[in-house]
């Protein structure tokens, strides 16, 4: 893992905190809508992204204040990652990940017959 220095930091999360509505050339991930839009999701906790990223999620970025978390992480530095952080208090690691595509569960029509339901 690399260290992100603060000029680096900056135009790789620019698209992360853009304050205006993203366009093509400013994308924005920050608001839950346009992450949606963008097919994407954070994930943000030692735990959880190290679970995501065993299970070989699509990841995008990787941001992790530890310098051994993992070999794709960019380094970032506790002050840098509060300013990407959904949190109040800083998780030491941050990811951004694909939402995988819908899967049809039932490719029949489904019909279901209950007895006895009451209010």
């Given at each position: 893992m690399r260290t992100v220095h603060a000029e680096e930091f900056n135009s790789k999360i620019s698209h992360f905190y853009a304050l205006e509505e993203p366009t093509q050339a400013n994308p924005s991930i920050k608001p839950k809508k346009y992450r949606q839009a963008r097919g994407l999701f954070?994930?943000?906790g030692e735990k959880v992204?190290?679970?995501?990223v065993d299970s070989k999620w699509s990841m995008?970025?990787?941001f992790a204040i530890d310098p051994n978390f993992h070999n794709e992480a960019q380094g970032v530095t506790e002050e840098q990652?509060?300013?990407i952080t959904h949190f109040k208090s800083p998780s030491p690691v941050l990811g951004v990940f694909k939402i995988p595509p819908a899967k049809k569960l039932i490719n029949e029509p489904l019909t279901i017959a209950v007895d006895g339901i009451r209010d």
């Open positions: 954070v994930a943000e992204v190290q679970e995501l995008t970025s990787l990652m509060k300013t």
